[in-house]
Nanobody
Framework: QVQLVESGGGLVQSGGSLRLSCTVS????????MDWYRQAPGKERELVAR???????GYEDSAKGRFTISRDNAKNTMYLQMNSLEPEDTAKYYC???????????WGQGTQVTVSS
């Protein structure tokens, strides 16, 4: 059974940085396109960043230039380096894996990021 576990969230001041991790168990991360989503209270879950199996990345507009998504296939882990954090980045962050072979998707339980002004 594929499981995703996020870590690295916390409370940080505006302008600060955090690095989120998403570790995959039960399968091999190199078989999946991987995403970071976030959901703020009262808002819909939104895609923040994506990294495909081949390493191609994409970002939501507000994340461009501040966030960097990466993956370490040897560690079965994906990362999101977040710099210049703003209060508007406050949300629960979720990782998502999509199998390139079957299109099956899996979600983690999320990690809370809170940015104080």
């Amino acid at each position: 059974q594929v499981q995703l576990v996020e870590s690295g969230g916390g409370l940080v001041q505006s302008g600060g940085s955090l690095r989120l991790s998403c570790t995959v168990s039960g399968s091999i991360i190199s078989l999946y396109d991987m995403d970071w989503y976030r959901q703020a209270p009262g808002k819909e879950r939104e895609l923040v960043a994506r990294i495909r199996v081949g390493g191609i990345t994409g970002y939501e507009d507000s994340a461009k230039g501040r966030f960097t998504i990466s993956r370490d296939n040897a560690k079965n882990t994906m990362y999101l380096q977040m710099n210049s954090l703003e209060p508007e980045d406050t949300a629960k962050y979720y990782c998502r894996a999509e199998s390139v072979a079957t299109m099956d998707t899996y979600w983690g339980q999320g990690t809370q990021v809170t940015v104080s002004s």
